[in-house]
């Protein structure tokens, strides 16, 4: 039972750029679906790597890991593929495609999830007016500003409604105004869809009235506190 409820499952993980130098070390966590969690610790330590265990991005060197039921050891590139359809990910440098207007890369995961032109399009709106960026749909990237930027990528996440949201630092270079969209975003994809969020910050905004999780990395561990 317990099972369907994890999103993700890791048992004694260990992550490692190189043999002998682990960063994260015997990690055993569970995130359910539905849950808000928060990745805090000191930079370097090792957030943005777990979160790219998370999406297949590095394997694990020791211990299992498990997201949205696919084994990210020796994970097959139909199972990545599977699995990368069903996250949303938000970068904190955006990582839009340039020379694509904000409309087309709202766009993007619906393409590949196959879905005809028009209903792309009418979700691209609806979620381009989610993030208060109608006005600037056939704009491009680089004409928008950071902040802007960003809640284009957080509309491009969230655009083919997906299981789990990753988001690494997707606040950090923005002003209040920006930061307070994506949060409420954020926010209301877990408590409206259902969608579980795991986001690294450096600052847990205050104005978030949700229950969340907290975790910390320090030392290569990741701890729960409440
Ligand atoms: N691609 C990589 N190759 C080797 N070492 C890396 C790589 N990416 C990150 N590291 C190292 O891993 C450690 C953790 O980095 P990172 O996960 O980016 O930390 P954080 O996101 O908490 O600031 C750092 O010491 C960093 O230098
Ligand atoms: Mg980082």
Redesign the pocket.
């Known amino acids: 039972m317990d099972e369907n409820r994890s999103v993700v499952i890791a048992e004694n993980l260990t992550l490692a750029?190189?043999k002998n130098e682990p960063?994260i070390k015997n990690a055993s966590l569970r995130i359910n679906t539905r849950d808000f969690v928060f990745i805090t610790?000191?930079?370097?330590?090792?957030?943005?790597?777990?979160?790219?265990s998370l999406y297949g991005a590095i394997a694990p060197q020791e211990g299992t890991l498990n997201v949205c039921g696919i084994g990210l050891n020796n994970v097959s590139n139909s199972d990545k593929n599977f699995l990368r359809k069903h996250l949303g990910i938000v970068f904190q440098d955006y990582k839009l495609i340039e020379n694509w207007t904000i409309e087309k890369n709202i766009m993007l995961p619906l393409l590949i999830a196959g879905f005809s032109k028009d209903v792309c399009i009418a979700q691209a709106h609806k979620l381009l007016k989610h993030v208060k960026l109608v006005h600037k749909a056939y704009k491009y990237p680089l004409e928008l500003s950071g902040g802007e930027q960003q809640r284009a990528a957080m509309a491009r996440a969230l655009a083919h409604n997906p299981v789990l949201i990753l988001a690494?630092?997707p606040t950090g270079n923005l002003d209040e105004y920006s930061s307070s969209v994506i949060w409420s975003l954020l926010r209301g994809a877990n408590v409206q869809l259902g969608t579980t969020v795991i986001t690294?910050t450096h600052k847990i905004p205050s104005l978030l009235r949700m229950n969340y999780k907290r975790f910390v990395?320090d030392g290569g561990h990741i701890d729960e506190v409440s």
Do not use: R
């Open positions: 750029y190189k960063i610790g000191k930079s370097g330590s090792g957030k943005s790597t777990f979160l790219k690494d630092e690294v990395i």
